[in-house]
């Protein structure tokens, strides 16, 4: 309802503080072009539950924590996946599963409530601190830390390997998606659920917020590894004799709306962080932080972006 809305909007508003300088990453700073990828990797060798990269502080597990289960915008894509998955090895005696970049574990429990005590359900991620959560969370399955370049599991022990908008961050992406199908067994089904950027939009009838919207874009996207992670990843898959039936899901478009407190506090912190490097005015920070609620409260900021499922099959010996 509107009377929700405005609430949510008033309390996304009294939790900005007037001037709130970011704390800068230990041995980073405002000048630092550190990608996504270094920052996650620094946050696992230091045990953090936060990620910084430059002047940008993201609490990781605490945002993981906030956007699980249908409080996820990706939580229909991500469980229509699941049912595929589990579908592929119903016929499988003892379905081993692996999660690569479990953080959490919540792609990890839709696993487990379709398998409803079948087999074994793995998780892998490079931040102890979301894997401690994991493991209180859903004690059985098993979790470990690693990285999607080095898979901690041997050749093809798997079923099925999944993963979700973690090829976006990897530093190797062909290394990543071979990673996955070496641990997958011959017959076994991979998924990876990735965005692309240059598919999104901003809707928006203020010129103003548009333009803070492409600059923070042109911010992000010169910090991932992978912009269009699910299209590489496609066209990647396709020129490998070592899978088949690879197929592009249709895409769910993803409606980031701005009366979602969490995504506005997340959009903030990012623009604060580019207004410390430069890459915003303060003019800017403060035009998008007094009118952004308002724009939301009346439906004038959606963000849309498109996850896409890529689904496929270990060739058979």
Same mark, same amino acid.
């Given at each position: ?74 939580? &229909? @894509? #991500? ?11 119903? +016929?499988?005696? /003892?379905?081993?599963?692996? *999660? ?82 070496? &641990? @997958? #067994? ?11 950027? +240059?598919?999104? /939009?901003?809707?928006?009838? *203020? ?111």
């Amino acid at each position: 309802s509107v009377t929700r809305v405005s609430s949510r909007i008033r309390d996304f508003r009294s939790s900005i503080p007037m001037s709130a300088p970011q704390e800068e990453a230990p041995g980073a700073s405002a000048e630092t072009k550190e990608s996504f990828s270094d920052a996650y990797n620094r946050a696992g060798k230091e045990k953090s539950s936060s990620v910084h990269y430059g002047s940008v502080k993201v609490e990781a597990k605490a945002m993981a924590l906030k956007m699980k289960g249908k409080n996820d915008p990706n939580f &229909v @894509l #991500k469980s229509e996946a699941a049912d595929l998955l589990v579908a592929s090895v119903a +016929n499988v005696d /003892n379905p081993q599963m692996l *999660d690569v970049g479990c953080a959490v574990g919540s792609d990890v429990g839709l696993l487990l409530e379709r398998l409803d005590g079948r087999g074994q359900v793995y998780g892998v991620d490079i931040m102890p601190a979301c894997l401690d959560v994991a493991r209180k969370d859903y004690p059985s399955a098993k979790f470990s830390e690693g990285d999607v370049h080095a898979i901690p599991f041997g050749d093809e022990s798997m079923d099925v390997v999944r993963c979700s908008r973690l090829l976006w961050h990897a530093k190797d992406l062909s290394l990543a998606v071979r990673e996955m199908i070496r &641990v @997958l #067994k011959p017959g076994g089904m991979g998924c990876f659920i990735e965005g692309a950027m +240059n598919l999104g /939009n901003f809707v928006s009838d *203020d010129e103003k917020l548009r333009e803070i919207h492409a600059k923070k874009t042109a911010y992000i996207r010169a910090l991932s590894a992978n912009p269009n992670a699910a299209v590489d990843a496609y066209k990647q898959l396709l020129t490998l004799d070592t899978v088949e039936d690879v197929r592009l899901e249709p895409s769910r478009p993803m409606f980031m709306l701005g009366n979602d407190e969490n995504i506005m506090k997340l959009n903030y912190g990012m623009l604060e962080g580019m207004t410390k490097e430069k890459k915003l005015t303060n003019e800017e920070l403060e035009y998008w932080k007094d009118t952004m609620p308002k724009a939301a409260a009346s439906g004038n900021s959606i963000e849309v972006g498109l996850l896409m499922a890529i689904n496929f099959r270990k060739m058979k010996k």
